[in-house]
């Protein structure tokens, strides 16, 4: 396993949006997921990931219902809602303005100023 | 909002805790579990699998914690936050905090006396065992609640629907326990009193039915407990003593339990004594006299019968009595009243009065929450600096809205906390508080968990209810702008949430100020209205001979010698005696015949006349005018014709005229009576009746031993007192008797008008308060708005009278028009207080007067200190301020 890197605050939200934007997943499919989608470069304690699930299904964002796993365990599956979606869609992009602006400015060579 | 969004999901974790818990106990396993098969797949045995896959998940516990906090939006944690930041606000602006929680002190203070009145007169029933199915009979149309006697007893035989129907009635004996003797109040009940009602004693035991053999056949008292306490020293030898009842030998049965206070709200008696010895107790027997109606009759229903059924259960009966004894019972029918207020006959004006009590105790409420909706609006505006920075550093509209709003509830809270504590106060005064000292006449109005509950509930309403009014104001907040520019003139509205919410309010207060101010009105006319007698210079002595051991002819030579002897006193112009003093709660109804009518059904009556019994002399004493022919004489006895003095009412209801009267005959109680004197009409019952037909018989021919003498004297009242006091007990020092002033006796008849003036004029006066509050904050607020604008005019040579044109011309436009609309509402309003208050008539130019003068009056004080401050303003100073 490669360094991981530290998650900033607020970013889990927007990691599990989008790992459950790709399909339903239970709880432990989306830590799975994000691992996959994010390369395994994002340290996450296990645990964290569920007061950032229980936080996004209060806020309507995502919808859950009981199911059977691939392991056949009974596990709760979480799938986006409308607004969950919309909200995924604005978070991206604040997301990478934001990245854009940091990026450049760190990019700034000494001559370009 | 989100606000009550949160607020579900709040009540719902704890609601579904449990459930809730386990299902997240599960997810979490779920994971774990997952997480051990991958790592069981990767080789490892299930036991270290399951081990790893644990400590690779981190703080269980810890993460369950967070979840609970998630799931519940962090209510608690919030609620807190503000309810500290909301008292830091609040302790920062004391004097706003002080004016709003008194604000709301008052008015929930005044909601709950109110309210707790409603609860413990109408609302909360009887302290008996099943006290839902207890129902007072009536009869008739007018629901008049006494009965006969013989009715009784057919009702109680022969109904279908009741477990069992109980008779009393209320009355004074003269009690010698030992000492002296003295008058106390009893009830005379029947048999199957206790029984009926399913009340255990205290002490010893009840009568039953089975002690009545006849007339005097049971010679049996039951104390109150009270009354025991009292006057025996709560001693458990009292049982079984022999007192003294009106001379007669009385044996001690057993005590009531503390909590029984008969079956009227108003009257805690002091004993109880069975109704077959009613000759003994009250002087005279009607126990056999069919209408003779003087008991009141309540009974519980049979379990499963409705009301309906029992009414018309009722009028078998009612029909039965028609048949059997047509004379008496003709036409009878009868209906239920809730008990404890004597049926209807109480119970009506009491629950029309207390309802209305609670209208405008709730309107002073809604004018007390608008008053602070528009103070709240004001400071959400003067704080729009820290609202916009607190938007401006990502604080959201939703987060601060309820910031605002717990501090309004906090607010609330605390004035529905002070006014709780003043209505108990109140309220523990209210319940031993005995309004006419010479009768047990009182009520327990103690709260009770409803009443706590009701302030409660109020507080919280009111809270959220004035909370709301600057909630658009806060939607609307432009960060940006208020933090760039200061304040923010709204122009271009000209009228305001608050403009109408003052208006609201101060025409709710200008409807309570004319409610007074009527019922004042009322009072004072009536206080000197013409009550048929001159009560000023009049004294009274109550006296009972029954009670003193007199009877048969003893009783009318006992009579003329105390007048005689009260004549001899220095100073007396007249001596009179009579036996239903007018307005003394007391009177004696007759049907009255013409003397051409032979048929004497209640149908065939001219008139139902007051019938008093008096000794020559008492008209002069009484100050009653003669208008025509001859007052009684000491001739008139029983060997003499019978005779009578009438009054004008009486002349025109059964003669047609006054002249006509004069010399004319009319019959009463199967005698032929001859009309020789007029008299001018007077109040009786009430002093809202209307004019009355009432007859006087000479006491010799109409015995009674239950009397008022009255005296007329020019001299210092308690020196005349001495002297009658001195002159009765040299007649008799055995004979019970209380001597007072004919104006302080008269108390009791006005006490409801008394009572209804005192309890609006507070609430009038509560409502003058927040009027001014209300003024007082909008004017102020207009004021400190526009100071800029005033200095300015001011600089550019503005007049004073221009300064204040501008400052307060709107506030005091507002007050005018809601002075009108309240005026308006208020004359339309009193209508309904002239059943009450004797008198009371909204079109009063006083009234109309007087109400003008005190919202002019009230606007001035409310807006003076706004005033000056705008006057004051120094234009230089504004200026360069900002």
């Given at each position: 396993?490669?360094?991981?890197?530290?998650?900033?605050?607020?970013?889990?939200?927007?990691?599990?949006?989008?790992?459950?934007?790709?399909?339903?997943?239970?709880?432990?499919?989306?830590l799975?997921?994000?691992?996959?989608?994010?390369g395994?470069?994002?340290?996450?304690?296990?645990?964290?990931?569920?007061?950032?699930?229980?936080?996004?299904?209060?806020?309507?964002?995502?919808?859950?219902?009981?199911?059977?796993?691939?392991?056949?365990?009974?596990?709760k599956?979480?799938?986006?809602?409308?607004?969950?979606?919309?909200?995924?869609?604005?978070?991206?992009?604040?997301?990478?303005?934001?990245?854009?602006?940091?990026?450049?400015?760190?990019?700034?060579?000494?001559?370009?100023? | 909002?989100?606000?009550?969004?949160?607020?579900q999901?709040f009540?719902?974790?704890?609601?579904?805790?449990?459930?809730?818990?386990?299902?997240?106990?599960?997810?979490?396993?779920?994971?774990?579990?997952?997480?051990?098969?991958?790592?069981?797949?990767?080789?490892?045995?299930?036991?270290?699998?399951?081990?790893?896959?644990?400590?690779?998940?981190?703080?269980y516990?810890?993460?369950?914690?967070?979840?609970?906090?998630?799931?519940?939006?962090?209510?608690?944690?919030?609620?807190?936050?503000?309810?500290?930041?909301?008292?830091?606000v609040?302790?920062?602006?004391?004097?706003?905090?002080?004016?709003?929680?008194?604000?709301?002190?008052?008015?929930?203070?005044?909601?709950?006396?109110?309210?707790?009145?409603l609860?413990?007169?109408?609302?909360?029933?009887?302290?008996?065992?099943?006290?839902?199915?207890?129902?007072?009979?009536?009869?008739?149309?007018?629901?008049?609640?006494?009965?006969?006697?013989?009715?009784?007893?057919?009702l109680?035989?022969?109904?279908?629907?009741?477990?069992?129907?109980?008779?009393?009635?209320?009355?004074?004996?003269?009690?010698?326990?030992?000492?002296?003797?003295?008058?106390?109040y009893?009830?005379?009940?029947?048999?199957?009193?206790?029984?009926?009602?399913?009340?255990?004693?205290?002490?010893?035991?009840?009568?039953?039915?089975?002690?009545?053999?006849?007339?005097?056949?049971?010679?049996?008292?039951?104390?109150?407990?009270?009354?025991?306490?009292?006057?025996?020293?709560?001693?458990?030898?009292?049982?079984?003593?022999?007192?003294?009842?009106?001379?007669?030998?009385?044996?001690?049965?057993?005590?009531?339990?503390?909590?029984?206070?008969?079956?009227?709200?108003?009257?805690?008696?002091?004993?109880?004594?069975?109704?077959?010895?009613?000759?003994?107790?009250?002087?005279?027997?009607?126990?056999?006299?069919?209408?003779?109606?003087?008991?009141?009759?309540?009974?519980?229903?049979?379990?499963?019968?409705?009301?309906?059924?029992?009414?018309?259960?009722?009028?078998?009966?009612?029909?039965?009595?028609?048949?059997?004894?047509?004379?008496?019972?003709?036409?009878?029918?009868?209906?239920?009243?809730?008990?404890?207020?004597?049926?209807?006959?109480?119970?009506?004006?009491?629950r029309?009065?207390?309802?209305?009590?609670?209208?405008?105790?709730?309107?002073?409420?809604?004018?007390?929450?608008?008053?602070?909706?528009?103070?709240?609006?004001?400071?959400?505006?003067d704080?729009?600096?820290?609202?916009?920075?607190?938007l401006?550093?990502?604080?959201?509209?939703?987060?601060?809205?309820?910031?605002?709003?717990?501090?309004?509830?906090?607010?609330?809270?605390?004035?529905?906390?002070?006014?709780?504590?003043?209505?108990?106060?109140?309220?523990?005064?209210?319940?031993?508080?005995?309004?006419?000292?010479?009768?047990?006449?009182?009520?327990q109005?103690?709260?009770?968990?409803?009443?706590?509950?009701?302030?409660?509930?109020?507080a919280?309403?009111?809270?959220?209810?004035?909370?709301?009014?600057?909630?658009?104001?806060?939607?609307?907040?432009?960060?940006?702008?208020?933090?760039?520019?200061?304040?923010?003139?709204?122009?271009?509205?000209?009228?305001?949430?608050?403009?109408?919410?003052?208006?609201?309010?101060?025409?709710?207060?200008?409807?309570?100020?004319?409610?007074?101010?009527?019922?004042?009105r009322?009072?004072?006319?009536?206080?000197?209205?013409?009550?048929?007698?001159?009560?000023?210079?009049?004294?009274?002595?109550?006296?009972?001979?029954?009670?003193?051991?007199?009877?048969?002819?003893?009783?009318?030579?006992?009579?003329?010698?105390?007048?005689?002897?009260?004549?001899?006193?220095?100073?007396?112009?007249?001596?009179?005696?009579?036996?239903?003093?007018?307005?003394?709660?007391?009177?004696?109804?007759?049907?009255?015949?013409?003397?051409?009518?032979?048929?004497?059904?209640?149908?065939?009556?001219?008139?139902?006349?007051?019938?008093?019994?008096?000794?020559?002399?008492?008209?002069?004493?009484?100050?009653?005018?003669?208008?025509?022919?001859?007052?009684?004489?000491?001739?008139?006895?029983?060997?003499?014709?019978?005779?009578?003095?009438?009054?004008?009412?009486?002349?025109?209801?059964?003669?047609?005229?006054?002249?006509?009267a004069?010399?004319?005959?009319f019959?009463?109680?199967?005698?032929?009576?001859?009309?020789?004197?007029?008299?001018?009409?007077?109040?009786?019952?009430?002093?809202?009746?209307d004019?009355?037909?009432?007859?006087?018989?000479?006491?010799?021919?109409?015995?009674?031993?239950?009397t008022?003498?009255?005296?007329?004297?020019?001299?210092?009242?308690?020196?005349?007192?001495?002297?009658?006091?001195?002159t009765?007990?040299?007649?008799?020092?055995?004979?019970?008797?209380?001597?007072?002033?004919?104006?302080?006796?008269?108390?009791?008849?006005l006490?409801?008008?008394?009572?209804?003036?005192?309890?609006?004029?507070?609430?009038?006066?509560?409502?003058?308060?927040?009027?001014v509050?209300g003024?007082?904050?909008?004017?102020?607020?207009?004021?400190?708005?526009?100071?800029?604008?005033?200095?300015?005019?001011?600089?550019?040579?503005?007049?004073?009278?221009?300064?204040?044109?501008?400052?307060?011309?709107?506030?005091?436009?507002?007050?005018?028009?809601?002075?009108?609309?309240?005026?308006?509402?208020?004359?339309?309003?009193?209508?309904?207080?002239?059943?009450?208050?004797?008198?009371?008539?909204?079109?009063?130019?006083?009234?109309?007067?007087?109400?003008?003068?005190?919202?002019?009056?009230?606007?001035?004080?409310?807006?003076?200190?706004?005033?000056?401050?705008?006057?004051?303003?120094?234009?230089?100073?504004?200026?360069?301020?900002?």
């Amino acid at each position: 396993m490669t360094a991981q890197a530290q998650l900033l605050p607020g970013t889990l939200d927007l990691l599990i949006l989008r790992a459950v934007s790709l399909g339903p997943l239970h709880g432990y499919g989306i830590l799975l997921r994000i691992g996959q989608i994010s390369g395994n470069a994002l340290l996450i304690e296990q645990g964290a990931l569920y007061p950032g699930l229980f936080r996004l299904a209060r806020q309507g964002l995502l919808k859950t219902n009981w199911g059977t796993s691939e392991n056949n365990r009974r596990a709760k599956y979480y799938e986006l809602t409308t607004a969950g979606r919309k909200r995924l869609r604005e978070e991206t992009e604040d997301w990478n303005r934001l990245a854009a602006a940091i990026a450049s400015a760190l990019a700034v060579q000494p001559e370009e100023i | 909002m989100r606000f009550p969004a949160s607020l579900q999901s709040f009540v719902s974790t704890f609601v579904h805790r449990s459930e809730i818990n386990g299902e997240m106990e599960e997810e979490l396993r779920s994971h774990i579990g997952h997480r051990a098969d991958d790592l069981e797949r990767a080789g490892l045995p299930r036991a270290e699998a399951e081990r790893r896959a644990r400590i690779e998940f981190g703080g269980y516990e810890r993460f369950r914690e967070e979840c609970n906090e998630e799931l519940s939006g962090h209510f608690i944690e919030t609620f807190w936050q503000d309810v500290r930041f909301g008292l830091r606000v609040l302790r920062k602006s004391p004097g706003f905090t002080a004016v709003a929680v008194l604000t709301l002190a008052m008015a929930i203070g005044a909601n709950a006396v109110v309210f707790s009145l409603l609860n413990s007169l109408i609302i909360r029933p009887l302290k008996l065992p099943q006290a839902q199915s207890l129902y007072m009979i009536e009869e008739g149309k007018d629901d008049s609640p006494m009965q006969s006697y013989p009715d009784y007893l057919d009702l109680r035989d022969r109904n279908k629907s009741f477990d069992s129907i109980v008779a009393y009635s209320i009355d004074e004996a003269g009690l010698n326990t030992g000492g002296n003797p003295s008058s106390a109040y009893l009830y005379v009940a029947s048999g199957n009193y206790f029984d009926g009602l399913g009340i255990q004693p205290y002490l010893g035991r009840f009568f039953h039915a089975s002690d009545e053999h006849g007339p005097n056949s049971a010679p049996y008292i039951v104390l109150s407990y009270a009354y025991w306490r009292t006057h025996f020293e709560g001693d458990a030898g009292a049982v079984g003593r022999t007192v003294q009842l009106n001379k007669f030998p009385y044996t001690i049965l057993g005590v009531a339990p503390p909590a029984f206070r008969g079956t009227e709200l108003f009257y805690a008696p002091d004993f109880w004594v069975p109704m077959v010895n009613q000759e003994q107790v009250e002087g005279a027997s009607d126990l056999n006299h069919r209408d003779a109606r003087g008991t009141w009759l309540v009974g519980h229903l049979k379990a499963g019968v409705t009301p309906a059924q029992a009414v018309a259960d009722l009028k078998s009966v009612a029909a039965y009595l028609a048949k059997s004894y047509p004379k008496e019972d003709d036409k009878m029918s009868f209906s239920l009243a809730h008990p404890g207020l004597i049926g209807d006959m109480l119970g009506r004006p009491v629950r029309a009065f207390v309802t209305a009590l609670m209208l405008l105790a709730g309107l002073i409420l809604l004018a007390a929450c608008a008053n602070l909706g528009s103070l709240f609006a004001a400071r959400a505006a003067d704080r729009s600096k820290e609202i916009a920075l607190r938007l401006a550093l990502g604080s959201s509209r939703k987060r601060i809205l309820r910031q605002l709003l717990t501090e309004a509830v906090l607010v609330s809270l605390m004035g529905g906390a002070v006014g709780l504590m003043g209505s108990v106060a109140l309220l523990r005064w209210l319940s031993v508080w005995q309004p006419i000292p010479t009768l047990p006449i009182n009520v327990q109005v103690n709260p009770d968990a409803k009443v706590y509950g009701v302030a409660l509930l109020l507080a919280v309403v009111s809270g959220l209810l004035f909370g709301v009014v600057p909630v658009r104001q806060v939607l609307r907040a432009n960060p940006y702008q208020v933090v760039k520019g200061g304040a923010t003139g709204s122009f271009g509205r000209r009228v305001t949430v608050r403009d109408v919410l003052l208006v609201v309010q101060i025409a709710v207060c200008a409807v309570l100020v004319t409610a007074s101010l009527v019922a004042v009105r009322g009072l004072a006319r009536s206080l000197h209205s013409d009550f048929g007698f001159q009560p000023q210079n009049a004294m009274l002595a109550s006296t009972d001979l029954d009670m003193a051991g007199y009877s048969g002819d003893r009783v009318p030579e006992m009579q003329r010698r105390m007048v005689d002897a009260l004549e001899t006193i220095p100073g007396t112009t007249a001596v009179g005696l009579v036996d239903r003093l007018p307005l003394g709660l007391e009177w004696n109804e007759s049907v009255v015949f013409k003397d051409s009518t032979t048929d004497l059904k209640i149908s065939n009556a001219a008139a139902e006349a007051m019938l008093q019994s008096i000794t020559p002399g008492y008209f002069h004493a009484a100050g009653t005018t003669l208008l025509a022919g001859r007052d009684l004489t000491w001739h008139d006895d029983k060997n003499a014709p019978n005779v009578a003095v009438v009054n004008r009412e009486f002349a025109r209801q059964v003669f047609g005229s006054e002249a006509a009267a004069m010399g004319g005959y009319f019959k009463t109680d199967n005698k032929r009576i001859q009309v020789v004197g007029l008299v001018e009409d007077g109040k009786y019952k009430t002093l809202t009746e209307d004019p009355e037909p009432a007859v006087f018989r000479p006491i010799l021919q109409a015995p009674s031993s239950s009397t008022w003498l009255v005296v007329r004297s020019n001299r210092d009242p308690q020196q005349v007192a001495a002297s009658m006091q001195n002159t009765l007990r040299n007649l008799d020092a055995g004979l019970p008797f209380t001597v007072k002033a004919w104006k302080s006796q008269l108390d009791s008849a006005l006490f409801a008008s008394r009572a209804a003036t005192m309890s609006l004029g507070v609430l009038g006066g509560l409502g003058a308060m927040l009027a001014v509050t209300g003024i007082f904050g909008m004017a102020s607020y207009s004021v400190s708005k526009r100071l800029r604008e005033l200095g300015i005019r001011i600089a550019l040579g503005a007049q004073r009278q221009e300064v204040l044109r501008a400052a307060l011309g709107s506030a005091l436009r507002l007050l005018a028009f809601g002075s009108t609309a309240g005026l308006l509402l208020g004359l339309a309003a009193t209508k309904v207080l002239s059943s009450i208050v004797a008198q009371a008539t909204p079109r009063d130019p006083l009234v109309l007067a007087g109400v003008v003068m005190t919202m002019l009056l009230l606007g001035l004080l409310a807006a003076w200190i706004p005033a000056s401050r705008a006057l004051k303003a120094d234009p230089l100073i504004l200026l360069r301020e900002e």
